[in-house]
């Protein structure tokens, strides 16, 4: 007797075959053998393979929990879970281990190319951002406090002081705030120079980028610390109290001003790309400026009585000049110490 099945029979079909299959899962998976053992015999191959479609299932396996088919020969079975603390090392190792043809597990499916890593730059860098934007905001502050401060000294800079007038005392708020702008002014010259060897150069360096800035601002701050005893102990010798106070409170005073003239530099070159040639045209304008009114100041203060233009311009050279070049010198051999040669 043939049977033909209407599309209301493969309905009815299916939804039989299928609550066959749940009571045959007890046993374990449905093959296609076994769905279409069920069938009638006259099914045709569409009603077959629809069969199959409402009623096979396919496991869901976790290969890389399964044991491994790959091991090395004459080795044991993975032991037991409880006790994998205690399973040696050669138990989980195969012969083709990790390739991803036997371990599919081991498979890394990657879409695109890799392209090239990003170059370091010093406004990507937190920390030289954090310290410039805390640099900025404390002289801001310190600047807006002491307003009346920094006119009184370039009001008194160019004056000459008459002689039996007694020194214009700093208070300590005012102290603390030129000795931060020298700090800063050691700081702003080593990001200066560490970026303009790094740009003009493309050096790389054997230490972290912060350790060449931190060895670059130590080697700043000696140079004016040094230089401010160099002046201490010649004018102790040559020349009186009053003076040498008032020289120093001077120079104390030309050096914090370069820290607040090149500030601005740095950030145009750090964030707005400003080129490498306008930095240093602009921080050698600075510097030129700075040694001009140092020789006029050293002129005003100790040799304008005695008319010794001379005697200044040995001074000068002696105290402004040799101690820039030195710097210049270690600045130069420090860098090629811990550039990285190939």
């Not at 009815?12 to 998976?29: E, I, K």
């Not at 009346?148 to 102290?175: A, C, D």
């Not at 701050?221 to 102790?236: E, H, I, M, Q, S």
């Not at 040995?314 to 190939?342: H, R, S």
Request: with cysteine; proline share 6%.
């Amino acid at each position: 007797m043939t049977h033909t099945l209407t599309p209301d029979t493969i309905a009815t079909v299916d939804t039989t075959q299928q609550a066959a299959a749940t009571n045959h899962q007890a046993d374990g998976w449905n093959t296609p053998r076994q769905i279409l053992s069920r069938l009638p015999k006259d099914a045709t191959p569409w009603q077959q393979d629809s069969a199959i479609r409402a009623n096979i299932e396919f496991p869901n396996v976790d290969w890389s929990k399964q044991p491994n088919p790959m091991r090395t020969p004459t080795t044991k079975a993975d032991v037991p879970l409880g006790f994998s603390l205690n399973k040696p090392l050669y138990h989980s190792k195969s012969l083709v281990q990790p390739d991803s043809v036997y371990r599919p597990e081991y498979a890394a499916y990657r879409q695109g190319v890799a392209g090239d890593p990003v170059p370091y730059t010093i406004a990507g860098d937190d920390l030289i951002t954090s310290v410039l934007l805390g640099c900025f905001i404390l002289a801001t502050l310190a600047i807006t406090k002491s307003g009346n401060f920094i006119g009184r000294q370039i009001k008194n800079f160019f004056r000459p002081q008459s002689e039996g007038t007694t020194v214009i005392t700093e208070t300590s708020s005012e102290l603390r705030f030129q000795l931060f702008l020298v700090l800063q002014t050691c700081l702003l010259y080593s990001l200066l120079f560490f970026l303009w060897r790094q740009t003009s150069f493309k050096e790389t360096f054997i230490l972290p980028h912060y350790q060449i800035i931190g060895v670059y601002t130590a080697i700043f701050a000696a140079y004016f610390l040094l230089k401010a005893c160099l002046n201490a102990a010649v004018g102790w010798v040559f020349f009186d109290k009053k003076n040498n106070e008032q020289w120093m409170k001077a120079n104390l005073f030309l050096t914090s001003t370069e820290g607040i003239l090149i500030f601005p530099s740095v950030m145009l070159l750090v964030y707005f790309n400003l080129p490498i040639g306008s930095m240093v045209l602009y921080t050698v304008l600075v510097v030129i400026l700075g040694k001009l009114l140092t020789f006029y100041k050293t002129y005003i203060i100790f040799f304008q009585r005695s008319r010794g233009f001379l005697q200044n311009f040995l001074y000068f050279c002696t105290l402004e000049i040799m101690p820039l070049g030195a710097l210049w010198g270690i600045l130069v051999l420090t860098d090629e110490l811990l550039k990285t040669n190939f």
